[in-house]
């Protein structure tokens, strides 16, 4: 349920072939397991249109009252929730006030994502009485599982595997996973943590599993989705920003971060601008430097100064080591009754990453260092001070304009700074692997959904209805909400062919015509991206309803895939999955996955994939190749004819020309006569002709 990704990923198209919003996702349920949900959201309310009880043929749920969760509240959209505590039981000392034993979210991560996914239609997003348009699920007809497993005090391995393997057992068609390892499993590979077996189990039961990539970007190798019976969700930023400009007595305007609302005036009216620590309280027993210039203590500044001026806090140690905070600003600020505060980089530690928050009082957020020393130079130059270095008289002048209204230009999608980076890999050794990771890229960067006035973990938050929030945990549901729209309008089609559709029709360009940028290291600087930014590209949602063309792949292909790792005892393979090695395929790139990944490609390897035709008709495609750098690649046949549910089978022979110290990126397009394209990245490192 968000305010303006589903027109940035084109949905209402899809919406209109659906049947309109009133049938968007219908007949499809969405387990999440994650904090659990708020029933009183009005994106989860009662649709007088909805069967309260519902009923599904492939679904049985139940619905387990508790605290704040009456049974009522399982409504005809939440149709089953349930939770799963003996292991955080079991693990730790639960606080009955907030560690709450029923389906009820007093986090808010559970209900952001349920919305996103599956939220109603047009609901009203109001915070701090300030109306931020309406929003709506990828699929608002969808209904919702609830398989609340992460409580605020812990979260247990044990609890999530009993919530998985419970969705299964009820039916969900599409599983949600906006949650994850910190690290790769000790001891075994990564497809073979318990983790991935019950994922590689509820994909044998026909459940599509979406699984977030991690926020542990920009570095390589820090995905934390490994298989490919999983779809690993990359994040982008979208179009929209909420900016906001300091405009200092000189007339010089810098833009920052707002959400928030103006000084009084709005920005007309200038008001005394004073440095944190210039106003500390003279002859106190308070450290006149530490930390004082992080308007953390009330008690360090005179009342005086501050009262009815613009304070410039400082991004300073304490940020960075965690004892420091936003909220700590903004409750300095209201005790002293600042008129606004400005809250600047400091030069000695370099620009800092600014998200927007919505807060009632007015402030800025200034990430960089050199919009920060502009703003130093001003208010020294116009600042007097004794022999002593203490101020005599503030002569510098400020006023904040609007936050809170929305700016939609500039590039998109970008992949998202936090967003984690393949290649993938097989062990804790990061030891790369024949797997495209991340899959697929959606929109994860300042997204608006519902929220849990109870907000244990972030105060900020706390009262609110409604969160804008970042995380490749906040792209997941949109995949998941994907989903839904594909497999309402192609019931029959496995998970597989699901995950197919989406990335053989995703776009790889941004709006700007150029090809998908990525945040570095570097803050707010950009690069070229690559398929292990974003996957096979940006979802899209139109193009995946018809790809003409999809590769699929099931249960025994993934025992193959397994059991043709190199160096693998097939004893291990059949211990953790029940499954029996039978015929291996040549390499694990053999597995007829949209993609292709080649970790050590030496002289030569013929890559089998299997494509069938989806469409209603027969058509002739036409292959093209873009080779990845030091590789020269031959698809066989070059062209084809196929008949509607005939498969195709493809032998692509890939030469190293040029061995290089790095992956390089290339792709397949089969071009069809009616108008269908399908992509296949290429990811390879030419390792010896």
Not at 73 to 80: A, D, E, L, Q, R
Not at 240 to 261: E, Q
Not at 300 to 305: E, I, K, S, T
Not at 374 to 388: A, F, H
Request: a negative charge.
């Amino acid at each position: 349920m968000t305010t303006y990704t589903p027109q940035f990923l084109g949905i209402p198209a899809v919406w209109t072939q659906e049947g309109g919003d009133r049938n968007i996702g219908e007949g499809i349920v969405i387990g999440f397991v994650d904090s659990g949900i708020n029933p009183d959201h009005p994106s989860f309310s009662y649709d007088p249109t909805t069967t309260t009880n519902y009923t599904s043929q492939h679904f049985s749920g139940a619905c387990e009252e508790g605290p704040l969760f009456p049974e009522t509240s399982c409504n005809g959209k939440i149709v089953s929730a349930r939770f799963f505590s003996n292991g955080a039981q079991a693990t730790a000392i639960l606080n009955a006030s907030v560690d709450i034993l029923s389906p009820f979210d007093a986090v808010g991560h559970g209900s952001h994502v349920a919305s996103i996914a599956a939220g109603n239609f047009g609901v009203p997003v109001v915070v701090n009485g300030l109306y931020y348009g309406r929003a709506t699920g990828m699929a608002p007809r969808a209904r919702i599982a609830v398989y609340k497993a992460i409580y605020p005090s812990i979260g247990t391995l044990s609890d999530v595997l009993a919530a998985i393997d419970q969705a299964v057992l009820d039916g969900v068609d599409i599983l949600t996973l906006s949650i994850g390892p910190d690290e790769p499993p000790e001891g075994t590979l990564t497809f073979l943590s318990l983790f991935e077996i019950f994922m590689l189990a509820a994909h044998k039961a026909g459940t599509f599993v979406v699984q977030a990539a991690g926020n542990q970007g920009p570095s390589p190798y820090s995905v934390i989705s490994y298989s490919p019976w999983a779809v690993g969700v990359a994040a982008c930023d979208i179009d929209r920003t909420y900016p906001a400009t300091l405009i200092l007595g000189n007339g010089l305007k810098i833009g920052g971060v707002g959400l928030s609302g103006p000084t009084f005036g709005g920005g007309l009216i200038q008001y005394k601008l004073v440095l944190a620590k210039d106003a500390v309280k003279k002859n106190s027993t308070f450290p006149r430097i530490f930390n004082a210039d992080e308007c953390q203590y009330p008690e360090a500044f005179d009342p005086l100064v501050v009262q009815d001026s613009v304070v410039i806090c400082t991004f300073s140690a304490g940020f960075y080591n965690g004892n420091s905070s936003l909220m700590g600003i903004i409750h300095t600020a209201n005790l002293l009754r600042f008129k606004a505060f400005v809250f600047v980089a400091n030069p000695s530690y370099g620009d800092f990453i600014a998200e927007p928050i919505p807060f009632a009082t007015p402030g800025i957020m200034i990430p960089t260092t050199i919009d920060t020393q502009n703003i130093l130079q001003y208010y020294e130059r116009v600042t007097v001070r004794d022999k002593n270095g203490f101020v005599v008289r503030y002569g510098g002048r400020a006023a904040i304009s609007e936050g809170r209204i929305a700016s939609y230009k500039g590039r998109a999608p970008i992949v998202s700074r936090f967003s984690s980076r393949g290649p993938d890999y097989i062990d804790q050794s990061k030891n790369p692997t024949d797997v495209l990771k991340p899959d697929i890229l959606a929109p994860g960067h300042q997204i608006w959904a519902a929220w849990s006035p109870m907000s244990v973990l972030n105060p900020i938050l706390s009262g609110h209805n409604f969160a804008l929030l970042s995380g490749t945990s906040m792209a997941t549901p949109h995949i998941a909400g994907v989903a839904a729209l594909i497999k309402q309008y192609n019931p029959s089609w496995t998970p597989s062919m699901v995950a197919s559709a989406m990335s053989t029709t995703a776009t790889t360009y941004d709006n700007l015509g150029d090809p998908i940028m990525a945040h570095g290291f570097d803050l707010y600087t950009l690069y070229t991206s690559a398929p292990f930014g974003f996957g096979a590209g940006l979802v899209n949602p139109s193009h995946a309803l018809d790809p003409g063309l999809i590769f699929s792949a099931g249960y025994e292909d993934y025992i193959s895939f397994l059991c043709s790792l190199p160096n693998i005892d097939t004893a291990i393979v059949k211990s953790a999955t029940g499954g029996v090695c039978g015929e291996l395929f040549v390499n694990p790139s053999d597995l007829n996955l949209p993609s292709i990944t080649i970790t050590s490609l030496n002289g030569s390897r013929l890559v089998r994939r299997t494509v069938m035709n989806v469409g209603s008709k027969a058509e002739t495609y036409v292959s093209a190749v873009l080779a990845p750098k030091g590789v020269m690649v031959d698809i066989q046949p070059s062209w084809f004819k196929i008949a509607p549910q005939e498969t195709q089978h493809l032998h692509i022979t890939l030469n190293v020309t040029q061995p290089l110290d790095e992956f390089t990126f290339g792709e397949i397009v089969l071009t069809g006569s009616l108008d269908h394209v399908v992509k296949m990245p290429l990811s390879i490192f030419p390792n010896v002709i």
